[in-house]
């Protein structure tokens, strides 16, 4: 096994991670390692993992956990927690020290981001070298939006692919492609890329920014290394899930010359999680997003 060969860190660098998901099987080929790092540009309204858009540290409050110590109120510096507070955390005094989390018993309220060091993340990730060995997995990045971490990626990465490991990436398209292909495209295996909406318009009123940069980046990676892209699509009732814009990106993918294209099911668990951070879901949601039923679709003759 090949040690991480990092230059000098002092203390814990790099962006915020906030799940390590091991003995992931949807994430790409075997038994694979799904490393969730904070921080998008964009802001999905039905986004499954609303922890991920914000590059700081959150606290989340899950009130079925709660016991009803009074600990958090009891200890918390800023006076943020309170017992008779709706959701727990009067957001706006919050500085997310976690001093809450770290004395709540019950686990309740739970600290959401930490800093790994380059060379202590891949060690951590070599834990699971078997796994990966057995059955042709390895390591995905998800997030958020991984490409804004490019230094601190291409570091881990390159330590990674030492030990020969299987490097796929999640991707929203929305990144700078000169340097992304200078320092993440030659050491990953797959990409996994999301083209949420074909519509520009509709793109940005449902995710907060244009698609023109990720329809450029994905023809630009598709006239380089199209055998390793699998676009994707979530589909979210009456949003996404819709015969035009399937229409649309169905045609757009095939004129990249991509053979593959996915479609996923729409996750309403980002729901919930809106709430344990302090984010009520977008109205649109609250008013009936959250079911999974989807009109009929046909891809055919495209």
């Not at 797959?190 to 009123?205: P, S, V």
């Amino acid at each position: 096994m090949s040690l991480p060969d990092f230059p000098p860190e002092t203390g814990n660098t790099g962006p915020l991670i906030f799940d390590i998901r091991r003995f992931a099987l949807d994430d790409g080929p075997g038994i694979r390692t799904t490393v969730f790092l904070k921080g998008c540009p964009l802001s999905c309204m039905w986004c499954q993992n609303p922890e991920s858009v914000q590059q700081e540290v959150e606290i989340a409050f899950h009130h079925i956990l709660c016991i009803h110590c009074g600990d958090c109120e009891k200890f918390c510096p800023e006076h943020a927690a309170q017992m008779n507070y709706p959701g727990r955390i009067i957001r706006e005094r919050c500085v997310a020290c976690g001093v809450c989390a770290e004395k709540c018993p019950s686990t309740a309220l739970k600290i959401v981001g930490k800093r790994y060091a380059g060379k202590e993340l891949v060690k951590e990730l070599l834990k699971d070298r078997i796994f990966y060995e057995t059955s042709c997995g390895g390591v995905t990045f998800s997030g958020g939006e991984p490409a804004l971490h490019m230094d601190y990626l291409s570091d881990v990465i390159r330590e990674l692919k030492k030990n020969n490991i299987h490097i796929a990436l999640q991707t929203s398209g929305f990144f700078d492609m000169q340097e992304f292909r200078k320092k993440l495209l030659p050491s990953i295996d797959l990409i996994f890329y999301d083209i949420k909406l074909f519509d520009t318009r509709k793109h940005k009123e449902y995710t907060g920014v244009g698609n023109e940069k990720i329809r450029d980046n994905f023809m630009s990676l598709a006239d380089y290394r199209k055998e390793i892209i699998v676009p994707r699509t979530p589909l979210v009732p009456g949003i996404t899930a819709t015969e035009e814009n399937l229409q649309q990106i169905a045609k757009f993918v095939r004129n990249a010359g991509c053979e593959k294209y996915e479609l996923l099911p729409y996750n309403p668990s980002g729901v919930s999680k809106m709430w344990t951070i302090g984010k009520p879901p977008p109205y649109a949601l609250k008013r009936g997003l959250t079911t999974t039923g989807l009109a009929p679709f046909s891809l055919s003759g495209m």
